[in-house]
């Protein structure tokens, strides 16, 4: 299973793009990429997945060099209510495959 | 689409006791879910894979015979805390695998797990 590396955390204000990137250099050839949220008390919720190039869906963007060894998570005009845990998962595009979750990323958005 | 509940949302028990988690897929079967724990502060740690028909795997360090996971049919498993103390106590995540998305996992709301 590769290993994930993103910061710790990050602070950013309302309306501010928000750009989160996640490192992970041993991704095999069949692993996806996925970023969860989390919020205090909940279970993740899913917010984009992604293999090469760019993924846009209605919250966010996701951004994979052709490498792929890394990836970039991009939260357009933040609100407060983004302030969460933001994990980027790696696994194998194969059914059933278990994900192993890092520290994730605590963003906290002021106002 | 893709929804998962869990029941109950919270639990407080008596040490010694049993407690049972439940993880419904709610408009998708899922052959296979996962159980995780997490800690307050901390990541969510991968305790099971729980495929329907078949025996849970475990993750090293996962006592099977106290942490009993059923999955006994495409959209519900449980998680029997058995003989729960107060280490237990944690926050119980349940995830389960779509089948229109390759490898995406969806997750349940959790369920607080607080043993006297």
């Known amino acids: 299973l590769a290993k994930t590396t993103q910061p710790i955390s990050m602070d950013s204000y309302e309306g501010q793009e928000v750009n989160i990137t996640c490192s992970h250099n041993n991704i095999a050839t069949n692993d996806y990429i996925t970023w969860y949220q989390q919020f205090p008390s909940q279970g993740p919720r899913f917010i984009i997945q992604?293999?090469?190039t760019k993924v846009t869906n209605e919250v966010a963007s996701l951004f994979i060099p052709a490498d792929r060894k890394s990836s970039t998570l991009s939260l357009p005009r933040v609100s407060l209510s983004d302030t969460a845990v933001y994990y980027c998962?790696?696994?194998?595009?194969?059914?059933?495959?278990?994900?192993?979750f890092g520290a994730g990323t605590i963003l906290r958005v002021k106002s | 689409g893709a929804v998962v509940s869990q029941h109950p949302s919270w639990v407080i028990c008596k040490s010694g006791t049993s407690v049972k988690i439940e993880c419904r897929s709610l408009?998708?079967?899922?052959?296979?879910m996962f159980w995780y724990r997490q800690f307050p502060k901390q990541s969510l740690m991968l305790m099971a894979t729980?495929?329907?028909?078949?025996?849970?795997?475990?993750e090293q360090g996962v006592e099977k015979d106290k942490f009993l996971i059923n999955h006994a049919s495409l959209t519900l498993s449980t998680l029997t805390v058995t003989s729960a103390h107060p280490e237990d106590s944690s926050f119980y995540i349940c995830?389960?695998?779509?089948?229109?998305?390759?490898?995406?996992?969806?997750f349940g709301p959790g369920t607080r797990l607080t043993v006297l």
């Open positions: 998962l790696v696994g194998e595009a194969e059914y059933g495959n278990k994900l192993v």
């Open positions: 408009d998708f079967q899922a052959t296979t």
């Open positions: 995830s389960a695998i779509s089948g229109d998305r390759t490898d995406t996992q969806y």
């Open positions: 729980s495929n329907e028909g078949s025996k849970a795997t475990y």
């Open positions: 992604g293999y090469k």
